[in-house]
Each structure stands twice: as structure tokens, then as C-alpha cells.
């Protein structure tokens, strides 16, 4: 997506935002802001009401209203003014939870819809995720268990389906029993200047936007005990395309922008331009096909990483697809900076990522296709990585001999995450079945002296490097090649 179609883009997107010729208070229909009453009921009328008479905006004023799932529809715009807070009920039976998509909100087949102004959407998730488990675990509700967590029932705090011309702007989220909001095989989608405070429970991830076209995040933050923003494709006849993600700032106890992992369609023309991602556990920017699902045409540029496990992770896998893995091709990174640290960088929120059992020396950034499956066409340029370095060989261990760099495993089937391979040979940049890969104005630094090269190339078939610097204590072999072919260093 051009620049030029990006601005059309936003120019229809912002027909989204209504003007409203009459709006409803609250209150008009019996709704009370007392944070005991259960609206549910009265707010689902107001909203079949206002779009039964061709559509405007119910408006809520200060206060706390109580209520189970609602469901928005066409032409209905909620506007929550500051200081009115809709709280979510901890009663789970409050909440939609025989639909495959249960939530707070939920909307399906619906066209100009909004929620606006500086007012909160509280799903109180703890509570609501615990009360399921109970109810699990005494036998009166059926639901799959994974680690202790409900894995079908629990609410989000937004689910929007198959909806077109939606809005979301200024209002806050918190708290989610699971995804915070979710937009599945929408069009025409803006989401503008919300705040995202969710790390209530498990899988809080803060926007998941799945098989939607024409999309365009802006100014916005997240903190998420999971993927901050996250792209899924959950549909192989769908995909993600023509999206732009620009000015926004992540926190996670996972990764801060995401790509997957269910991948099954696959994604087109994404643009992540001007973010900031800090103090998050997994990777700043991850982009995963494990499913079979194809990658193309994403361009990412001005991303600074701060206190975060790892900077870059590209991966194709066969989790779920292994007669027909997926691709990655074209992926431009550029203007990135990256600070790694030395200890665990989600430490001390409420939901942390996993302690490893078997922990690692830092990772590298790392591109890893499969055997016979490359990921094509990677640019990295005007990069800079900071490490710790200071790896522990007698802890450790990952030799660059050709026997050594053989025997890592490809992991093809596995969950795709950076750790996996615990030790790999390389303090800066892994770089495994790749082809035309180009490097151009990259810095890698230690602060520490490291017993691993910085750069490992392992079958990459193609690749230019100008302007590669390494900067680290000591006196090292910086790069290693093994099995591959047509390296160009200039």
C-alpha cells in the first residue's frame, strides 16, 4: 500500500466518524450508571431502537454501567464520554458465551458502527475468567482446559465479525477475561488514539486484527500480558491486506507486533511505520507463517525496541500445513533500533512470559525458513542492535564447525518462538535457508565480550552485505557461512 492509497484509505476510514444529527443519553431508555444495575437488557434495546430507526448514538455520561454482552448493529454509534466506565459482569452466564465469538461487545454483519470518546470499557477478566474456571471445574459447563485456562468461553472484550466501516477511537480497555478486542474479516476499519491496559489473564492480547482488509491503526498504546498487536489469518480463502500501523506504542509479556501465529491465509501489503516497543519478552516485531499461509509485501520502518528479549524473528513452519508450507517474500525492515537486555524484560508485571527451564545465552535476531522452503527477498537497512554479550560457553553451547551448525534442529512443527532452539551459534544475526537477503548500513554491538560470531549464515543462497559493522570487546571472527552461496560484502 502506496502512501497515496494509504491516504485515500484514511480519507474513507474518517467517513466512519459520525457526525450525529440526534443523540440518545443513556439514561432515556432506563440504563443506570449505579455500577450495581445489570443494563444488559436496557442497552440492547436502546441500540435495537436507534438502529431500528435508521441509526445515531447512544451516549454514556459518568458513571458506572454493569452489563453482560450487547451486541452493536448498523448505523449505531456508543459514544462513552469521560468518566463513564462500562463495566463487564463477573457473572459469566452475563455474557454470550454459546456463540463461537463471545464478548462484551460484540457486533456480526454490521456497517458504520463506532465507539468513541474518553470514557472505559472494564471487562473485569479476572473475576469473569475465574468464575468460568469454577464453573468448569464443578461440572456444569463443558469447555476445553488448557494449563488451567478456559480456551472457548471466555469473553473478549470487543469481537467484531464480518463489519464494515467501523471506528474505534479515544476510549480505554482494560482488562479482558481473554483478547482484549478482536476484528475478524472486517473492512474498512480505523482504529485511533485508544488506550489498551489489559493484563487481567492469560492470552490479554492487546488487538488482534484477523483477515481484515483496509485497516489503519494510529496513536495508540498497548500493554498486554500477551502479543501486543497481533495480525492473525484464521481463514486460508482470507488474508490480512492493506493495513498501516503508525504512531503507536507496545508493552507485552510476549511480542510487541506479531505476525501469527495462526497463519492459514496469510498476510499482503502491511505497513508498520513510527512504533515503539519496550520492556516485552518475546520479540519487537515477529512475522510467522507456520500454517501454510503466505507472506508478501511488508514494509516496516521506524521501530524502536527497548528492554525487549529479541529485535527481529522472521520464521516459515509446518505446524499445521505440511503438504503445503507457507512463504515469506519481500519484507523490507529499515531504520530500526533495537536495545536487548541481559535479564528477564517483562519482570515484575502482573503476567509474566514464561521462566525457561533450560535458560539461554541472548539470542540473535533470526530468519529461519525450512529445508527447500526459503524466505525470500529480505532487506534489513539502517539497522542498529545493542547486546549484552558476556554468553557463557561453559553454559551454553553452540560451535560454528559444520557438524555443529548441522546438528540445530529445524523445528519445523513447533510453536514458532526464538527461544526454541535454546543456544544458537550467533550473538547478532542467525540467518537460516534464506535467499536475496540483503544487508545495508547494519550495526551490531556487545557491551560484552561474546564467544559467538555475530553474523551465521547457513544456507542462504544470495545475500549482499554493504556497510555491516560489528562492534564488540575482543578480537573475533565476526561471520561465519556454511552452505551457502553468492555472498557479497561491500
Same mark, same amino acid.
Given at each position: 500500500?502506496?502512501?497515496?492509497?494509504?491516504?485515500?484509505?484514511?480519507?474513507?476510514?474518517?467517513?466512519?466518524?459520525?457526525? @450525529?444529527?440526534?443523540?440518545?443519553?443513556?439514561?432515556?431508555?432506563?440504563?443506570?450508571?449505579?455500577?450495581?444495575?445489570?443494563?444488559?437488557?436496557?442497552?440492547?434495546?436502546?441500540?435495537?431502537?436507534?438502529?431500528?430507526?435508521?441509526?445515531?448514538?447512544?451516549?454514556?455520561?459518568?458513571?458506572?454501567?454493569?452489563?453482560?454482552?450487547?451486541?452493536?448493529?448498523?448505523?449505531?454509534?456508543?459514544?462513552?464520554?469521560?468518566? %463513564?466506565?462500562?463495566?463487564?459482569?463477573?457473572?459469566?452466564?452475563?455474557?454470550?458465551?454459546?456463540?463461537?465469538?463471545? %464478548?462484551?461487545?460484540?457486533?456480526?454483519?454490521?456497517?458504520?458502527?463506532?465507539?468513541?470518546?474518553?470514557?472505559?470499557?472494564?471487562?473485569?477478566?479476572?473475576?469473569?475468567?475465574?468464575?468460568?474456571?469454577?464453573?468448569?471445574?464443578?461440572?456444569?459447563?463443558?469447555?476445553?482446559?488448557?494449563?488451567?485456562?478456559?480456551?472457548?468461553?471466555?469473553?473478549?472484550?470487543?469481537?467484531?465479525?464480518?463489519?464494515?466501516?467501523?471506528?474505534?477511537?479515544?476510549?480505554?480497555?482494560?482488562?479482558?477475561?481473554?483478547?482484549?478486542?478482536?476484528?475478524?474479516?472486517?473492512?474498512?476499519?480505523?482504529?485511533?488514539?485508544?488506550?489498551?491496559?489489559?493484563?487481567?489473564?492469560?492470552?490479554?492480547?492487546?488487538?488482534?486484527?484477523?483477515?481484515?482488509?483496509?485497516?489503519?491503526?494510529?496513536?495508540?498504546?498497548?500493554?498486554?500480558?500477551?502479543?501486543?498487536?497481533?495480525?492473525?489469518?484464521?481463514?486460508?480463502?482470507?488474508?490480512?491486506?492493506?493495513?498501516?500501523?503508525?504512531?503507536?506504542?507496545?508493552?507485552?509479556?510476549?511480542?510487541?507486533?506479531?505476525?501469527?501465529?495462526?497463519?492459514?491465509?496469510?498476510?499482503?501489503?502491511?505497513?508498520?511505520?513510527?512504533?515503539?516497543?519496550?520492556?516485552?519478552?518475546?520479540?519487537?516485531?515477529?512475522?510467522?507463517?507456520?500454517?501454510?499461509?503466505?507472506?508478501?509485501?511488508?514494509? &516496516? =520502518?521506524?521501530?524502536?525496541?527497548?528492554?525487549?528479549?529479541?529485535?527481529?524473528?522472521?520464521?516459515?513452519?509446518?505446524?499445521?500445513?505440511?503438504?503445503?508450507?507457507?512463504?515469506?517474500?519481500?519484507?523490507?525492515?529499515?531504520?530500526?533500533?533495537?536495545?536487548?537486555?541481559?535479564?528477564?524484560?517483562?519482570?515484575?508485571?502482573?503476567?509474566?512470559?514464561?521462566?525457561?527451564?533450560?535458560?539461554?545465552?541472548?539470542?540473535?535476531?533470526?530468519?529461519?525458513?525450512?529445508?527447500?522452503?526459503?524466505?525470500?527477498?529480505?532487506?534489513?537497512?539502517?539497522?542498529?542492535?545493542?547486546?549484552?554479550?558476556?554468553?557463557?560457553?561453559?553454559?551454553?553451547?553452540?560451535?560454528?564447525?559444520?557438524?555443529?551448525?548441522?546438528?540445530?534442529?529445524?523445528?519445523?512443527?513447533?510453536?514458532?518462538?526464538? @527461544?526454541?532452539?535454546?543456544?544458537?551459534?550467533?550473538?547478532?544475526?542467525? &540467518?537460516?535457508?534464506?535467499?536475496?537477503?540483503?544487508?545495508?548500513?547494519?550495526?551490531?554491538?556487545?557491551?560484552?565480550?561474546?564467544?559467538?560470531?555475530?553474523? &551465521?549464515? =547457513?544456507?542462504?543462497?544470495?545475500?549482499?552485505?554493504?556497510?555491516?559493522?560489528?562492534?564488540?570487546?575482543?578480537?573475533?571472527?565476526?561471520?561465519?557461512?556454511?552452505?551457502?552461496?553468492?555472498?557479497?560484502?561491500?
Amino acid at each position: 500500500m502506496n502512501r497515496l492509497k494509504y491516504i485515500i484509505l484514511l480519507l474513507a476510514l474518517t467517513t466512519v466518524c459520525h457526525v @450525529s444529527a440526534k443523540q440518545y443519553k443513556a439514561s432515556y431508555f432506563g440504563i443506570k450508571s449505579n455500577g450495581t444495575t445489570l443494563n444488559t437488557t436496557s442497552i440492547q434495546k436502546a441500540i435495537d431502537y436507534i438502529h431500528e430507526t435508521g441509526g445515531d448514538t447512544l451516549v454514556f455520561y459518568v458513571g458506572r454501567y454493569l452489563t453482560g454482552t450487547i451486541e452493536l448493529k448498523s448505523n449505531v454509534h456508543i459514544m462513552l464520554r469521560e468518566g %463513564a466506565i462500562l463495566v463487564g459482569s463477573t457473572n459469566i452466564y452475563d455474557y454470550n458465551i454459546d456463540n463461537p465469538y463471545p %464478548a462484551l461487545v460484540y457486533a456480526k454483519d454490521a456497517s458504520n458502527i463506532s465507539i468513541s470518546g474518553k470514557g472505559v470499557i472494564d471487562g473485569q477478566g479476572f473475576e469473569v475468567a475465574y468464575n468460568l474456571t469454577d464453573q468448569i471445574h464443578k461440572g456444569i459447563l463443558d469447555d476445553p482446559m488448557q494449563l488451567d485456562r478456559p480456551a472457548n468461553r471466555r469473553p473478549h472484550g470487543i469481537y467484531f465479525r464480518e463489519c464494515n466501516n467501523v471506528s474505534i477511537s479515544g476510549i480505554t480497555l482494560r482488562n479482558t477475561a481473554f483478547w482484549v478486542q478482536t476484528y475478524d474479516q472486517c473492512e474498512y476499519l480505523r482504529i485511533d488514539g485508544i488506550t489498551v491496559d489489559s493484563k487481567a489473564f492469560w492470552n490479554n492480547d492487546g488487538l488482534d486484527i484477523v483477515d481484515c482488509k483496509e485497516v489503519v491503526v494510529s496513536n495508540s498504546f498497548f500493554d498486554a500480558a500477551d502479543d501486543a498487536i497481533c495480525f492473525k489469518s484464521h481463514d486460508a480463502t482470507k488474508r490480512c491486506e492493506n493495513i498501516e500501523v503508525h504512531n503507536c506504542v507496545a508493552r507485552s509479556s510476549a511480542n510487541g507486533i506479531k505476525f501469527g501465529t495462526a497463519t492459514l491465509g496469510g498476510y499482503k501489503n502491511i505497513r508498520i511505520i513510527n512504533n515503539k516497543v519496550y520492556d516485552t519478552f518475546r520479540s519487537a516485531i515477529t512475522i510467522a507463517t507456520p500454517d501454510g499461509g503466505k507472506v508478501e509485501n511488508i514494509f &516496516v =520502518d521506524s521501530l524502536y525496541a527497548y528492554n525487549t528479549g529479541n529485535a527481529i524473528f522472521l520464521r516459515i513452519g509446518t505446524r499445521k500445513n505440511k503438504e503445503q508450507p507457507g512463504s515469506i517474500d519481500n519484507v523490507t525492515i529499515q531504520n530500526m533500533y533495537a536495545e536487548i537486555p541481559a535479564t528477564k524484560p517483562d519482570q515484575g508485571y502482573g503476567y509474566e512470559g514464561p521462566v525457561e527451564d533450560l535458560p539461554r545465552n541472548v539470542s540473535p535476531a533470526i530468519i529461519f525458513g525450512i529445508p527447500g522452503v526459503d524466505i525470500n527477498n529480505v532487506t534489513l537497512r539502517d539497522i542498529e542492535i545493542v547486546y549484552p554479550g558476556g554468553s557463557n560457553p561453559n553454559y551454553a553451547y553452540r560451535g560454528t564447525k559444520p557438524a555443529d551448525l548441522d546438528a540445530i534442529p529445524e523445528m519445523t512443527d513447533s510453536y514458532p518462538e526464538f @527461544s526454541n532452539w535454546k543456544e544458537l551459534p550467533a550473538w547478532g544475526l542467525y &540467518v537460516r535457508h534464506a535467499s536475496n537477503l540483503t544487508l545495508e548500513n547494519v550495526t551490531l554491538k556487545a557491551k560484552e565480550k561474546d564467544y559467538r560470531p555475530a553474523i &551465521v549464515f =547457513d544456507d542462504v543462497k544470495g545475500a549482499t552485505l554493504s556497510g555491516v559493522t560489528y562492534n564488540v570487546p575482543g578480537k573475533r571472527r565476526n561471520f561465519i557461512q556454511h552452505q551457502s552461496t553468492r555472498i557479497t560484502q561491500k
